[in-house]
């Protein structure tokens, strides 16, 4: 066993491990924060991805140990003081989700593409983007629309203020 | 119509669990003490089993048990079973082989269930399980149907010769021949509807549960339909008497079908939990849904259509070949035969039609229900083969189509079903419209100044949803009547609960459902909650498939408020002292007519449960109604898909330049879930025609066993769609819906492929269209002359 130490949704929280255990399974199992998901064995499908110290990452491609001392943020971190996160409004208004399976994933790779576009963002440039998260529910058409908004939302706000 | 009646749009109410990450899967349970499972699969299609040693899997750490087919045998645990009897041609009923949940003496695909390693912890039984000493003795495989019906292909079941389930047939055989005898023009088809994996983003998942005190067993599990588990895992595999197991199915990820069937994993868990005594869990790896989840489609067919001189369809004759994998699944046999072969008419007026389907044994995953389940197929043969005959007459598609339309209703079709109600011509113009058909020459010389080619292809779909008249469907077979139940509970606040035997695994039922409460008794959305998904909550439901929650599941909820709504007029006529037929209840409020007396739906409810203001013995207190509703017909939900597509010769890359789906889906609660649907289903049937394909090496290897090598479409595939409504009312159900959750998973293959022939002008290609198989076609002339 292995001691590991990281932030989790600004939490410090630390467990001894073994060391094959992936950073998806540490917080599913360990942390008992079950919104992030396991989808697939190949690391295709990114209903697992977090946020490790700001940048999306598939956490059932990353050892626990090798987010020691990191901040780790999951879907149950991003809505603030009761808030939900622009990214989450826009998901719902725009019904980008049906069985809600893929759903932390794709809302945690989203957050990180707008951050990554404060030009703002287009249809081809979020599909190229989406090409790490795969829904079986919405043919991906409100996915992109919720994307779209919730891009356009938080660019007005910054422009705003 | 109100804000959160029917025909509105409120946002979901199941959404904020899921977008905060408290959704609560199977995976997301834990129970105290709980171990894991993993299953030893065969790595062989077809070998029989020596000695299975575990000795070496027992000493490892954590290891609690070994189990395996023999104990289950033991135990007195039966096999898994298909619940529809299909007979031959020659009046015999099918041959089934058996279908022990864990293997017994033989295996028959690969990733059949050997044996179940159960520990402490999951990596200690994925560890443990590599341990598992298993003696095959590999045997010939089969994995095509048509190969696994020669002479000497090797047997799946040894006492089934040529591998042969059922050869069965539907139609009128004399008057098809005699169409074809008389036709000015026949035109016929060899198709292919290549395998696919159906691929729920929740891989399949169990927790079985024992209570030793009371003798409960309870199983935790990713279903479209609980009770059927229930009733199935009770009644026929004989795990525990059905009133000592409850089976749960909490959030579900996805089902598209996978999830209707029983199948070993979950049968396995619950009896293992009694048998050591603490939780057994276990979670399918990905890999392992490719393996054992069953398949989709998988058909090889021979059509032939008829003419007349105008132009007109006289006759349909189909041949269908169908493997159904290594055991009959829940519902293998019923989806090539009753599924599929009934909607082969489409949207024509075609007098005569016949067609005999043999299903077939190979050593491949079973193939069951996959969204659509027969009617992709069947909607594939007709759509390819009516383009066809438009090709060779030298017409316009549309045109021919229009021309052959079915325009009178009710409409007795040769293969069984009477369809009620359509306006075929109606979507067909709507879709033509909004795709801009007339602008399509200017856009194709345009892409071909480019060097590219383009194509545009149709398809009228029909399909038949609101599974079923029970009476209907047990004159063919079906073990089970395919009724729903539901039961309304008013609260005396008057909050309203719904328990439904309909199963939501992201249709959006939390939200629809309570549409429908709201605009029937007044009561605000978030006042009304959607039970289901639990044995021990809904008493009876035969679940989420065919597109049935809104045209049967409803349909029930709806028959039992209309008992809630006589019975509150009942309390109400006592407490403002009228007679009960002159009370009219509207948006939540009680009148009697010609005064201003009322009441509203809360003060009606609290009286029901207080009791003092009307006589008790006349009218029993309380507010509670549950109704079972069976269908009168299927329902019959149509429209026009049409698909414009680009090819680039130099790469064979297709690219959907427009898709429009014009559909009928008859009365719509929510137009957004709708949508959804409707995108969802696009994408899979566009993921059918260009990207996927399951397929298995000779020896039964399945060569598409991970993400890596089955092409799920994502959105650098897909368009954004446009889509059109055009209603008719469905007369055969109170609520006139007629369902939407498969419309684009049948319509958008044959529009995809009739697009892609267009481009290419060549007469047939095989699904998937990839881009090496496409710049091949693209290009056969200049390779032809290398």
Known sequence: MTAVSMTVNGKSVSADVEPRTLLVEYLRENQRLTGTHVGCDTSQCGACVVHVDGVAVKSCTVLAVQAEGASVVTIEGLAKDGKLHPVQEAFREHHGLQCGFCTPGMIMTAVDMIRRHPEGLDEATIRAELEGNICRCTGYHNIVRAIEAASAAMGAKEAAA | ?786
């Not at chain 2, 389907?357 to 197929?377: F, L």
């Open chain 2, 1 to 786: 119509m109100t804000a959160t009646g029917i025909g509105a749009s409120p946002r979901r109410k199941e959404d904020f669990r899921f977008i905060t990450g408290k959704g609560n899967y199977t995976d997301d349970i834990n129970r105290a003490g709980q171990t894991f499972a993993c299953f030893v699969r065969s790595p062989h299609a077809h070998a029989t089993i020596g000695r299975i040693d575990a000795a070496a899997a027992l000493a490892m750490p954590g290891v609690v048990a070994v189990l395996t087919g023999q104990d289950m045998a033991d135990d007195g645990i039966g096999g898994l079973i298909c619940g529809w009897m299909v007979h031959s041609k020659d009046g015999s009923p099918m041959k089934a082989g058996p279908h022990p949940a864990l293997a017994q003496g033989k295996v028959r695909y690969c990733g059949d269930c050997v044996a179940v390693v159960i520990a402490e912890s999951y990596a200690q039984a994925k560890d443990a399980a590599e341990a598992v000493a298993v003696d095959y003795h590999p045997l010939a495989a089969v994995v095509d149907a048509k190969a696994a019906l020669g002479p000497d292909a090797p047997l799946v079941h040894d006492e089934i010769a040529h591998n042969m389930v059922f050869d069965w047939e539907l139609g009128n055989y004399k008057e098809t021949v005699d169409a074809f005898t008389a036709a000015a023009k026949v035109v016929s088809l060899d198709i292919v509807n290549n395998r696919l994996i159906p691929n729920a983003m929740e891989p399949r998942a169990a927790i079985g549960d024992y209570d030793s005190g009371t003798g409960i067993h309870t199983l935790y599990t990713t279903s479209q339909n609980p009770h059927v588990a229930r009733l199935v895992l009770s009644a026929f595999i004989g795990i525990a008497p059905e009133h000592k197991l409850r089976v749960i199915a909490p959030d579900v990820g996805g089902g598209f079908g996978s999830k209707i069937f029983i199948y070993a994993e979950e049968t396995v868990c619950v009896w293992a939990a009694r048998r050591v005594g603490r939780p057994v869990k276990w979670t399918g790896e990905r890999s392992e849904s490719f393996l054992s989840d069953a398949h989709g489609r998988d058909h090889h067919t021979h059509a032939a259509l008829a003419l007349d001189a105008g132009g007109r369809i006289t006759g349909l004759r189909v041949k269908t070949i169908a493997n159904l994998g290594a055991y009959l699944s829940t519902f293998a046999s019923s989806v090539p035969t009753y599924l599929y072969a009934t909607l082969l008419s489409g949207q024509y007026d075609i007098p005569a039609i016949y067609a005999e389907v043999q299903g077939v044994y190979t050593h491949t995953a079973p193939v069951d229900a996959y969204r659509g389940a027969g009617r992709p197929e069947a909607t594939f043969v007709v759509e390819r083969i009516v383009e066809e005959a438009a090709r060779q007459l030298g017409e316009d598609p549309a045109e021919f189509r229009r021309r052959n339309f079915i325009r009178s209703f009710p409409h007795q079709t040769p293969v069984i079903m009477a369809y009620d109600i359509g306006d075929y011509e109606a979507s067909l113009d709507k879709a033509m419209q909004l795709i801009d058909y007339d602008g399509f020459p200017g856009r194709r010389r345009a892409s071909e100044a480019a060097g590219k080619r383009r194509g545009i292809g149709l398809s009228t779909y029909i399909e038949a949803c609101g599974i079923a008249p029970s009476a209907a469907v047990g004159s063919l077979g079906a073990g089970v009547g395919l009724w729903e139940s539901a039961e309304v509970r008013v609260n005396p606040t008057g909050s309203v609960e719904v328990l439904t035997g309909s199963h939501s695994h992201g249709q959006g039922h939390e939200t629809t459902f309570a549409q429908l409460v709201s605009e029937r008794l007044g009561v605000p959305l978030e006042n009304v909650e959607i039970v289901h998904g639990d044995t021990d909550k809904v008493q009876f439901g035969m679940g989420t498939y065919g597109s049935r929650s809104g045209a049967v599941g409803m349909s029930a909820i709806a028959k039992a408020l209309d008992k809630v709504e006589a019975k509150a007029k009942k309390i109400a006529a006592h407490l403002m002292e009228a007679a009960p037929g002159d009370i009219e209840f509207k948006d939540g409020r009680f009148t009697v007519a010609g005064t201003d007396k009322s009441l509203t739906f809360p003060e009606v409810s609290l009286a029901a449960y207080v009791g003092h203001k009307f006589p008790t013995s006349e009218i029993e207190p309380g507010l509670k109604e549950s109704a079972f509703y069976d269908p009168l017909n299927f329902t019959f939900p149509a429209g026009c898909h049409i698909c414009e597509v680009e090819i680039d010769p130099d790469t064979g890359v297709v690219r959907i330049e427009r898709f429009v789906a014009v559909d009928d889906f008859g009365v719509i609660i929510n137009p957004m879930i709708v949508e959804g649907q409707v995108h969802g289903g696009i994408a899979q049937g566009i993921g059918q025609a260009l990207l996927e394909h399951g397929i298995y090496s000779e020896d039964g290897q399945l060569l598409t066993g991970s993400f890596m090598d089955y092409t799920m479409p994502r959105a650098g595939d897909l368009p954004s769609f446009q889509l059109g409504l055009t209603t008719t009312r469905c007369p055969s159900n109170p609520l006139g819906m007629k369902g939407c959750g498969e419309a684009g998973a049948i319509a958008a293959p044959p529009a995809v492929i009739n697009a892609i022939t267009d481009a290419l002008q060549i007469r047939d290609f095989a699904m998937p269209a990839t881009p090496e198989r496409v710049w091949r076609a693209a290009n056969a002339v200049a390779l032809a002359a290398e």
